[in-house]
């Protein structure tokens, strides 16, 4: 399930280099904090369970 969400999330970057033309470096960079946040909480689960 957490690799599906992995999955939808590297979609997503995508979509975002399609529709603005960006670079991938520029959408990375955009997007590093939420993805490193979402990472922790993951993390975070993982040792909850």
Partial sequence: MAWLR???FYSYVKINIYK??????NVWAQSRKSFIIYIKRW???KIAD
Avoid: V
């Avoid at 603005?20 to 470096?25: F, M, R």
């Fill in 20 to 25: 603005t033309g960006q670079t991938y470096s």
């Fill in 6 to 8: 992995l999955i939808i």
């Fill in 43 to 45: 993390f975070d689960c």
